[in-house]
Nanobody, 130 residues
Framework: QVQLVESGGGLVQAGGSLRLSCAAS????????MGWFRQAPGKEREFVAA????????YYADSVKGRFTISRANAKNTVYLQMNSLKPEDTAVYYC???????????????????????WGQGTQVTVSS
């Protein structure tokens, strides 16, 4: 079992930055792939970014590529999402998620669908004003 708790959300002006954190419990955190998703009002949850257990590489949605950076510190059981150049359309509740099948994946695979993740945090609100 893994429990995930997000933090770091808030209100920011367009062009600003925020860093989200996701603290995980559980001794096997370092073996999980991690992802960030977001859900805006009236819209479906969408993939934002994913990182494999090793942390050596990551994958991003086109809408955030070049602006967001996902990283992880396995020794701290934490995954981060650095968000720069924020836009009003980035406004959403952001969720982190853990995928326990990382070791089954090929080196170039990243889980980008919600159903591929086994554990979810409660979410943190990010609001970007224009």
């Amino acid at each position: 079992q893994v429990q995930l708790v997000e933090s770091g959300g808030g209100l920011v002006q367009a062009g600003g930055s925020l860093r989200l954190s996701c603290a995980a419990s559980g001794r096997t955190f370092g073996t999980y792939a991690m992802g960030w998703f977001r859900q805006a009002p009236g819209k479906e949850r969408e993939f934002v970014a994913a990182i494999r257990w090793s942390g050596g590489s990551a994958y991003y949605a086109d809408s955030v590529k070049g602006r967001f950076t996902i990283s992880r510190a396995n020794a701290k059981n934490t995954v981060y999402l650095q968000m720069n150049s924020l836009k009003p359309e980035d406004t959403a509740v952001y969720y982190c998620a853990a995928d326990q099948r990382d070791q089954d994946y090929s080196g170039s695979y990243y889980a980008t669908y919600s159903y591929e993740y086994d554990y979810w945090g409660q979410g943190t609100q990010v609001t970007v004003s224009s």
